[in-house]
Structure formats: structure tokens, C-alpha cells
């Protein structure tokens, strides 16, 4: 393994140059509004003290992207684990996708298919945007985020139109040397009349199995197809409406457990998919009391194998999950003469339903609902605001997991920031939260009496409490640049986490009549939900600096989240095994733009080892990528890409994967040195 001379172990660095590096310092303007405070500038970039935006365009490892962890973990506090993109999944704090609210235009991405396989389901490639709320700062976030949330945008026709064009086209095509991948893609967009748009893309990805840093092989050949299409109208100034349809899917031949790429049972026939359907309005007339947006949506969530195809074609297993739900919510600026208020107030719906077939016969189903009604007043006086908040939600939760039992819930929350110096404000929120009992695995929903129903399962609940501190310093070097710095400390509480007790092998999982614990001599094992019998505690730090000058970016940041239990002192179990902390993270991202046709980009990060407290040890490792964009004047709208990616062949796993120190087999490995090449082509 090569490693930096000093180990980078300086490295108290890392990135949301990302979010930065574009801004022209010349026209920042900094405002503080609710939870977060917002840098903006004139080409589309933006830092926020508890929100953080990434926009594709502007980063060129995004631009590259085969995997979400290729641009989601530059925000601190986030990583994405799982070496697979069928495996893929998202950590916020530690916590994990299914305590996250993850949505895809909108539409809520719930329930859980197959332990090992993650639920998030996009490829890179159909997105514009990724916001990521880092822990649960507002009500209006809703239920089922006790980490933060994840708000995916795909691409629209208005991002890719030009002043006073009708019609255009995009082509992009890429290469990957690990896995030997090809992305070919086309977009075409157009605006018929002046008050109508529409757009229709099209890509596909093809695959082999790649290598981790020592050369193992990471089984996985598979095909990816993607769809995505949008029309949208204006209708009287006022009114706007607009529908989607995305569709991505991934048929091939992978492990049966993906996130154990080297375990020596044969990989077999897999397809993954999601279709997405949405339809949105929005009225927002010069009445500064109205600014309304409604959605409704469907979204599908399948996975579908055979292990035994060559003998008998078809598929022998296929579980879905699918989420239906709508969302009205309105903002209204008020003025008054003791400051302005910014009211938010909102209602959601949604279902989510889980199915699956197993040996080609149905199995049973399960479902939840939730719905919630919220209100949010954003009062500014000076250089004070406060915001308070309060939701109810009425959950009824799933038979299998808590016989249908139903929630009723208010949680409250307030936040406040005060300037106490130009272009500096600090903080602070805290947040109750509340999550009712998820839908169990689909794959375990027709296991009959081997399933302990918890009548008396509790709804998680806690709280989320943040203080930091934002500045941005001007003229520090020369009388343009700009340097902004940012830091906060949280606390997340969390009561009766629920957790999933398998049963099987060496696993005793829990006595059917009685539901606690078993042991390996149990006489009824079954598996089920129960509340954990201790409270856990997350605690943690995230600091980040940005600078830019001219044509010269830096970013860095350090993350730190640990948790742990009130009796045991035990972390927060993961789903992946061992548990859900990530280690301290050091990254820096650098940029340098010589001149209009050269973009150039270095990026590091380093995690350090953690050991949890029963001694089970996660190594430290450190990877490095250097990039390049090149725009040729004589070809307008071409732009050239490339980028070396884990530059010294690091052999390491995300902490947020599968990882077993005493077994290679099952321990999730990312890939070693890529090489990634991309061309695009818009006109």
C-alpha cells in the first residue's frame, strides 16, 4: 500500500470546497434564515451552516459518478457505504437510510427489500442536485428522519435550455478502467411554446467486476438501463405544473449477499429497479401570503433473483415496496411591526406497502401510514430570529412488526441566530423527534409463525440539539478573497430504538410466545422487532473552513460522531454488522482554474481507526483523487473530463460497510485505482 510521507495525518482537512470553490467572493451575500445560515453567489453555489447543496455541474467527481459516495461524502457527517450500487447506503451520523427521509423529486423512498442490499436506488447520472439536511433540525422535515434527511432533484429542461433556445441536446459518454464500465447517455430538451417545457433522457451503464486495492475481484457484471422523463406548463403566470417519470434498473449477475463481494457462494441472476411517478403544482402569486406547492407521487422499489436460473428460468424471489403519498405545504411572509415572519405550515400523507413472492408463489404483504400537519413561524427582528415549530403525526404501523398498532404524536421545536458580528452568526435548535415502527425486510413477510409480533412496541423517540458558529472573513490576503469557517457540536437522543432480532443458524433470536431474548437452546426461536433496553446517545463535532481567491479554492473539514448506549455504553448496533459509527474524518478538497478552458481538482480524505467496546476494530485508510475538466473554445459546449480515483491503490472498506478484520470474505472492500474518463457535448 502506498501512503503519503507523514501519513496526511495533518490532516486536519476536508471538503465543502465543493460548495465553495465556485463562489465569486466579489458577489456573496450571507443571510440567516431558520436552521441554517446560506452563502450565495453567482454561480450557483452555496454553504449552509445546517444544510448542505450539492450541485453536479459544479463538481467534477459528481460529474463522474457511478455511486453516491462519489460526491455525498464530501458534506461532513455523511458517508455512503456499500462497494455495490446495489448496495449502497446513506449514513447521516452514523444512522443509517432507514432513519433518514430520503426522497427522489419528492417522492419518499421507504421500507426496507433485503438486508443486504441497500434502498436507495438512482444512478448519479439523472442528477441536478443532492440537499442533505445533517441531522433533524425543523419540523417540517417530517417523521421518520431522526438522522437528517437526503433531498434528491433530477435534471429539468430549464437547467439545460439556453436564453431563447427551443430545442437542444446533451450526449455524455464515460469510461471507467476498475470494472471496465461504459456510461452512454443522451438527453434531449425543448420548450415548444413560451410557456411549456419538456425533457426526455435516456442512459446506460455497463459493467464487469472491478478489483479492490489488492487485486481481489468484486464480482459484480451487470447492465444498467435509465429513464427519465418531464413536462412541465405555466399556466396564467401564476400557476405551474409539472410531471415525472424516472425509472433506474440494474439486471445482472452479483453475489447473493452484495455486501460480501468476496464470499465464495456464486454469484447469481439479480435485478433491481425503481420507477418513480410525480406530479407537482405550484401557485405563487404577487400575494406575499401565498406560495403554495403540492405533490403526489408513486414510487416502486423491486428486487427480483434467481439462484438457480440456468436450470429453471424465471424468477424465484421478488419483493417490492411501494410508497404512495402526497404533500400541500405553503409559505407566507408576514410583516409586522415587531419584525417579519416567514410562516410555513404543511399537511403529508403517505402508505407504504411491502409484497413479495417467493418459489413463484405470493407471500403475504404489509403495510404503514403516516400522516402529518405542521406549522413553522420564521421571526426576524434585526439580528435575532427565532423559529419556532410543532407537527402532530398519527402513524399506524405495520401488522408484522406491531400489530397495526396506531401513534399519535406531537413533537416541538425551536432554533434561533443572532448576528453578533458582520457576516458572523451563531446558532442553535433543538428538535424532538419521533419515528413509528418501519416495515419489516420484505423478504421476511411470509414467515408465518416463525414471526413474534410486538404488540408493545414502542415508537422511537428524542430529541436533536445543535450549536455552532458561522463566519465568512473577507480581505484576508488580497481584497477579493474570502474565507469562510463554520463548526457545530450536536447531541441526538434517542429512546426505544427499534431493533430487528433475526432467528436462524447460530442466531436464537427471540422466544415466539414472549418475544425476549433467546438462547441457543430456545424450543421456539422467531424473529421480530423489539425496543432496544437502553437509550442511545449521539455526540459529535463538524468543522469545516473554506477559501478562495481568484482562481484558487480549499476546502477542509473534520467530522467526529460516537455513540453509545446509557447501560452498556454499547454503540448503535448496524444493520452491516458491528456498529453504526464512522470514525473521525479528515478531507480537503483543492481547485485551481489557470484559466476559462481548465478546471483542475486534487481531493483527500483520511479516516482514522475506531474500536468499539467490544474491542471489534475498523482500520484507518486514506484516498486520494486528482481530476480535470477541459472546455476547448473552438467546440462550444464540449467539455472534456478525467480523473485517477484512489490514485494509490488503497485496499480499505468504508466504515459505513460491511467489515470483519478477522474475515476478508466478509468484509465489503471498496474499489482500488480508477481511472475515469467523460465526454459531453451540449448544443
Known sequence: MHKFSGQLTVLSVGVVAVLWSQVAAADEVMQTSLQKVVVTANKSARKEAQEETIYVDDYVPAQQANHLS???????????????????????RGLDDTNLKVTIDGARQEGKLFYHMGDVTIDPDLLKQAEVSVGNNSVTLGNDA????????TVDAA??????????????????????????????????TENTDLLAYYGRRDSNSGEDGRGRELFEDSKGENILLKAGASIA?????????????????????????????????????????TLDYNFNPINPLFDVTA???????????????????????????????????????????????RVISGIEHYKKQSEMSRDFAKGSSDQAKNTSIYLEDQWRNGKLTLTPGVRYDRYEAPK????????????????????????????????????????????????????????DLKAEKGANAEVGLATTLRGLTTTNDALQLSGKYFETDIENFIQFVRSGGTRPGLDCDTGVAGTAASPKPCQGAINSNEDYKIKGVELAADYKMDNFGMGLSYT????????????????????ADSG????????????????????????????????????????????????????????????????????????????????????????????????????
Open 146 to 153: 431522526l438522522g437528517g434527511a437526503v433531498a434528491f432533484k
Open 584 to 683: 473521525d474524518r479528515y478531507m480537503v478538497n483543492l481547485s485551481y482554474e489557470p484559466n476559462e478552458m481548465l478546471d483542475l481538482g486534487w481531493r483527500s480524505t483520511y479516516v482514522a481507526s475506531i474500536t468499539d467496546n467490544q474491542q471489534n476494530t475498523k482500520p484507518s485508510y486514506d484516498v486520494h483523487d486528482v481530476f480535470m475538466s477541459y472546455f476547448p473554445k473552438q467546440i462550444d459546449g464540449l467539455k472534456a473530463t478525467v480523473g485517477l480515483y484512489n490514485i494509490f491503490d488503497e485496499a480499505y472498506a468504508s466504515h459505513s460497510s460491511r467489515l470483519n478484520i478477522a474475515d476478508d470474505a466478509a468484509t465489503d472492500f471498496e474499489a482500488g485505482r480508477n481511472l475515469k474518463a467523460s465526454l459531453t457535448y451540449q448544443f
Open 295 to 341: 405533490n403526489i407521487y408513486e414510487t416502486k422499489t423491486r428486487i427480483l433473483r434467481d439462484s438457480d436460473f440456468d436450470k429453471n428460468p424465471g424468477y424465484e424471489f421478488d419483493a417490492q415496496v411501494k410508497t404512495t403519498g402526497g404533500k400541500i405545504e405553503n409559505v407566507s411572509d408576514i410583516d409586522s411591526s415587531f419584525g417579519t415572519h
Open 70 to 92: 462519489d460526491f455525498l461524502d464530501t458534506v461532513p457527517g455523511v458517508t455512503v457505504g456499500g462497494t455495490s450500487t446495489v448496495n449502497q447506503r446513506i449514513r447521516i
Open 400 to 455: 408484522f412488526i406491531a400489530n397495526g398498532n396506531t401513534y399519535s404524536n406531537v413533537v416541538g421545536a425551536l432554533a434561533g441566530s443572532y448576528e453578533i458580528a458582520p457576516r458572523t452568526q451563531v446558532f442553535a435548535s433543538y428538535t424532538q423527534l419521533f419515528n413509528g415502527p418501519d416495515l419489516s425486510q420484505t423478504i421476511f413477510n411470509s414467515n408465518g409463525d416463525k414471526t413474534f409480533v410486538n404488540k
Open 237 to 277: 403566470d401564476d400557476h405551474r405544473l409539472g410531471a415525472s417519470f424516472s425509472r433506474t434498473e440494474k439486471t445482472g449477475i452479483f453475489p447473493f449477499r452484495p455486501d460480501f463481494p468476496s464470499r465464495s457462494e456464486a454469484p447469481i441472476p439479480q435485478e433491481v429497479r425503481r420507477d418513480t411517478y
Open 159 to 192: 437547467d439545460l435550455l439556453k436564453p431563447n433556445q427551443k430545442v437542444g441536446a446533451k450526449l455524455h459518454a464515460g469510461y471507467a478502467s476498475n470494472n471496465d464500465e461504459w456510461l452512454t447517455a443522451a438527453t434531449v430538451f425543448a420548450a415548444p
Open 560 to 579: 467526529r460522531a460516537r455513540s453509545k448506549g446509557d447501560k452498556t455504553g454499547d454503540s448503535i448496533p448496524s444493520v452491516t454488522g458491528g456498529s
